[in-house]
């Protein structure tokens, strides 16, 4: 049900999925983070739903997403879970105060090491059992998923500081990948674009990328100062309801 959607007020508004990755079809839909905060009321009798899936349809165009209340943002910022990356990596499309001084925590906690080790057991799913290491072929989609998170773990290497960009092509432009490897991932997010469905022969190049991405050694742990980020949030959500 979304009526606790209904019922919220918005916070925050992000595109993420192919959209914000730059690879979306003429007949992708949309992919949405939304972030919201609910009556104060519905707090106190612990009536609010963390997170929901929600799916809509406007003129034709598939909507889907996540809606994270508050609490559970701020939770996802200060524990570093990747929610909060997807949500603040995406393309903000509405944003308030609120929701900007949840992004400036999440910059301030962001930990590479983090989201370099999600990201690559992400890579070696697909690695292994999304396409497999004896298939010659997959489809664009597949692959290049597998590219664009070797390309996104790639980039953390090259900046520990800050957190790699949604976009798969400037993730590419920015990677510390041959001249070579870049011209046929750019080619491969072309044929992705124009049919994700399409076939892909799997090539030497490909599976070394994604040997060398997951050979990358992981960062150092960012520690940040928790207990004051906490109380900031906090403050923060209570002086919504003063």
């Known amino acids: 049900s979304n009526t606790g959607f209904l019922a919220s007020s918005v916070l925050y508004i992000a595109a993420v999925g192919s959209r914000a990755k730059g690879l979306a079809s003429k007949h992708s839909d949309y992919d949405m983070k939304v972030i919201t905060l609910s009556p104060k009321n519905s707090y106190m009798l612990q009536q609010v739903k963390r997170t929901f899936?929600?799916?809509?349809?406007?003129?034709?165009?598939?909507?889907?997403?996540?809606?994270?209340?508050?609490?559970?943002?701020?939770?996802?910022?200060?524990?570093n879970n990747t929610t909060a990356y997807e949500a603040f990596a995406g393309i903000p499309l509405y944003t308030t105060k609120l929701a900007d001084s949840l992004r400036k925590a999440w910059l301030d906690v962001y930990d590479p090491a983090n989201l370099h080790k999600s990201l690559a057991g992400m890579l070696v799913s697909y690695k292994v059992k999304k396409i497999g290491k004896e298939t010659r072929r997959t489809t664009t989609k597949t692959a290049g998923e597998a590219v664009y998170l070797a390309s996104k773990i790639a980039n953390i290497s090259e900046s520990i500081r800050r957190p790699p960009t949604f976009n798969a092509r400037e993730l590419v432009t920015n990677a510390p990948f041959a001249d070579s490897d870049k011209s046929w991932v750019h080619e491969l997010f072309d044929r992705r674009v124009a049919d994700k469905t399409?076939?892909?022969?799997?090539?030497?190049?490909?599976?070394?990328?994604?040997?060398?991405?997951?050979?990358?050694?992981?960062?150092?742990?960012?520690?940040a100062d928790i207990k004051v980020l906490t109380e900031m949030l906090n403050d923060e959500f209570l002086g919504e309801f003063e």
């Open 198 to 223: 399409a076939h892909y022969d799997l090539h030497p190049e490909f599976w070394a990328l994604l040997d060398r991405a997951l050979a990358i050694q992981q960062p150092a742990k960012h520690q």
């Open 53 to 79: 899936h929600f799916s809509t349809d406007i003129d034709g165009i598939e909507i889907e997403g996540v809606v994270i209340d508050y609490l559970a943002a701020a939770d996802f910022v200060l524990t």
